[in-house]
């Protein structure tokens, strides 16, 4: 089983649109896993049917105990964030404010304030309108930690493929550089990057790649709406050259990206050639590089 991650560094490349095309493509011969758990859209172009759901729990939040509170204050006065506030003469935990750092419950000398899980989200596990299995899930808001629950949704992924012995796991990684985008690339086989000819998209190409070289992992690149900046186009290919990235397709600017998108379709579900065959060109060219 090989893992596909699909990067892209800033967001408004395409990066989703390009992943469920690609898993489109793939049909049930994947699984495909969506790991931009701050702001989960896949969903929105393979229409899952949500089968099976299971809290995500990650971190602590302070609660106070009304019944052994005496409403002292000493708890409000050393919260350094501001988390404890005055509600009709009782002191109440502000869960979107709390950092779960249990100052608090040291200093209570009723022992009122104890420090409970937090509920962090929801992972899904379901099967597309394409038949492939899909794992995702909805970070919860104001909820922390998605890196834990982006390594929980792969874990889930990766067991599913290895269970009904799927050849390809397709996973949406997250946009920027950090800790869900890390947790992303763990275990990955080959980093498809997607980018833009803009000033931001090859300054964020750059940097994401940074991450892509420290997990040593095999990388390719689309450059989507290549047609619009010729210039700065020239210098991302020039970048793929010199870090021997391979260079897997430029995508010319097509308004279907953003129509598939408001009927609710992928790509390759919506468009007619030339697109399709370029995004089918692609596929090919990333499992020839994979073996598959």
Partial sequence: MKEIVV????????????????????????????????????????????????????????????????????????????????????????????????????????????????LAGAWFTSQTKYGSDMVHAKLGIGAENSGKLVAKVKKEGKAIALAKNKSLMIVDGSPGIGCPVVSSLSGANFALLVTEPTLSGLHDLKRVYEVVKKFRIKAGCIINKADLNPEVCAQIEAFLREESILHVKSIPYNKAFTQAMVEAKTITEYSDEPLKKLLEESFETIKNTLGV
């Avoid at 649109?17 to 859209?41: G, N, P």
């Fill in 7 to 118: 990067i892209s560094g800033k967001g408004g490349t395409g990066k989703t649109s390009i992943t469920a095309a690609l898993a489109s493509l793939a049909k049930d011969a994947c699984v495909v896993v969506d790991c931009d758990v701050d702001a989960a859209d896949m969903h929105l172009l393979l229409q899952p049917d949500f089968d099976h759901k299971e809290d995500f729990y990650s971190g602590v939040l302070a609660h106070i105990d009304p019944e052994t509170c005496r409403n002292c204050g000493r708890c409000a006065k050393v919260c350094r964030f501001d988390a404890i506030v005055l509600e009709n003469g009782r002191y109440v935990v502000d869960e979107l404010s709390c950092e779960g750092c249990g100052y608090c419950e040291k200093v209570c000398r009723l022992n009122a304030i104890s420090m409970n899980e937090r």
